[in-house]
């Protein structure tokens, strides 16, 4: 995620609160009571699953009592009407005995649920879409849910960074926000800690674009005449709000790079040299895979929107979305090497909890600072000295990027940004080129598709530098003091 400010010296980086729900459904009139327990004849107790999945900045992301493996997303959007209409069938494990579970939805109304092909109660309430199957779920079984829904879908304005969550545009849609978007437009466990993979099918307006994460596997006549289903396939773990949805009027080119699909995408509003400046997409990711090891999927590409409402770039994995500003610098290449970054930060490996995020934003911004390294326009050594020498007295050094707090997570003064790239240049210098860049490397190999936290990647870094890091990493992350100069 990059804000449109494109220095952190000048001020902050910011991005999306958590979404709230825009409105709540009241409960079907034929929802059967809800059992919150019960216990089978062999003694086994079973309970409802938990409304949040316990992260510590947004208890109420995500929920407990399973894991989703899979999600089948057939979407129609009517831009006419500003309606979507949806089937989501959600493969899942449970990892609790579950009499009901909970799914992130908000708002939207739901037709009917069914959980292994029978009929389930359901309860709306809260940005929840509360689901009892017929029959209670034990630990470790494979589940399929199906949730039809259809209606007019929310955004969220966010006075820092503008509107966020599914944003009706004039001739489409873009879904695109953090941390939490992906409830706004499907139902969904949503929170990095629990990624799936995705198969995401969208139904549009003949003539238009449709547009969404991985691999494009077809394009053919809808069930609707007059409408186009583009059907996508994210074959690698993802994280629910790195998918998007993007219709409109859009310029379309299709390549291939090392044997991969590149979809590059630029609204037709927009001029033709934006479409040059995204084309070194390829170029960019080649850069990185030097530096951080091989490309971690098998699609790459990205858009760019054109709404006057949304001032970042997000991460979206294989397909990054940009807001049309960042094309109005001369040279727009480093918000590409910031998001492409985060395909191997923040994406492959992601965060387990959002007080992790530094080491998303922290990791890109470093990424920026190579790339302009690697292009002889500034060293990291350069902008890192520039950074540090803030006065005493800065906010930077007051919120360390490992213990933000709410407040300051997305917002002034960038500190997982800047200060999580502060870091990594501090560890650089302690422990030097060679060991330092395998960290990198193997950091992002061994946690491939998986999640991580701060804890993780201090003991991995010294691991591979064979060294005793504490002392850096407290000052570094946690201090709300001026580190010493490695």
């Known amino acids: ?39 089978a004849p062999d003694g086994t107790v079973f309970g409802p699953g938990s409304d949040g999945i316990g992260d510590s900045y947004y208890p109420k992301a995500g929920n407990g009592g399973y894991d989703v493996g899979n999600y089948d997303l057939d979407v129609r959007y009517d831009p006419a009407a500003g309606e979507l209409t949806g089937n989501a069938t959600i493969t899942a494990t449970a990892t609790a005995n579950l009499t009901r579970f909970d799914l992130d939805f908000d708002g939207l109304p739901v037709t009917s649920t069914t959980v292994n092909g029978q009929a389930a109660g359901r309860q709306q309430q809260g940005g929840e879409l509360v689901i009892t199957p017929a029959t209670p779920l034990p ?14 879908p929310s955004s969220h304005t966010e006075p820092a960074l503008g509107a966020t969550g599914f944003l009706t545009t004039a001739d489409g849609a873009v879904a695109i926000g953090e941390p939490q978007v992906a409830a706004s437009w499907f139902p969904v466990n949503d929170h990095p800690r629990d990624k799936a993979t995705y198969t995401i099918r969208i139904s549009a307006p003949s003539g238009l674009a449709a547009l969404s994460n991985g691999t494009l596997v077809s394009k053919q006549p809808a069930a609707v005449a007059g409408y186009t289903t583009w059907t996508w396939r994210e074959s690698s773990p993802m994280a629910p709000y790195l998918a998007t949805m993007v219709v409109g009027n859009y310029r379309v080119l299709q390549s291939t790079h090392d044997g991969r699909p590149v979809v590059l995408a630029v609204h037709s509003s927009l001029p033709a040299s934006i479409d040059l400046e995204l084309a070194q997409t390829p170029q960019i990711v080649d850069y990185l895979a030097s530096v951080f090891g091989p490309y971690p999927f098998d699609a790459l590409g990205g858009i760019v929107i054109n709404e006057p409402r949304v001032n970042f770039a997000l991460e979206n994995q294989t397909r990054p979305v940009y807001a049309a500003t960042f094309f109005a610098d001369p040279d727009p290449s480093w918000v590409l090497a910031h998001e492409l970054a985060h395909q191997w930060y ?29 292009r002889g326009v500034q060293t990291a050594q350069q902008a890192f000295d520039r950074l540090y020498a803030l006065p005493d007295d800065a906010q930077l050094w007051q919120v360390p990027p490992a213990n933000l707090g709410l407040d300051h997570i997305f917002q002034a003064p960038g500190s997982e940004y800047a200060r999580g790239a502060m870091t990594l240049q501090a560890l650089r210098l302690t422990v030097g080129d060679d060991a330092f860049f395998r960290i990198l490397r193997g ?9 991580a936290t701060t804890r993780d990647f201090i003991a991995f870094a010294e691991q591979v530098s064979g060294r005793q890091l504490d002392q850096l990493f407290q000052d570094w992350l946690y201090g709300t003091v001026r580190p010493p100069r490695p």
């Open 443 to 451: 950091w992002a190999a061994q946690k491939k598709d998986g999640v």
């Open 139 to 152: 630990t470790g079984a494979t589940f399929t849910t199906v949730v039809v829904y259809r209606g007019k």
């Open 346 to 374: 923040g994406d492959s490996v992601s965060i387990n909890d959002w007080s992790d995020i530094w080491l998303n934003e922290g990791f890109a911004t470093y990424a920026e600072w190579l790339w302009n390294e690697h």
């Open 1 to 39: 995620m990059r804000r449109r400010a494109r220095r952190l010296l000048a001020g902050c980086v910011a991005v999306a609160a958590l979404l709230a729900g825009a409105c709540s459904v009241p409960p079907s009139p034929t929802l059967r009571e809800v059992p919150t327990a019960s216990t």
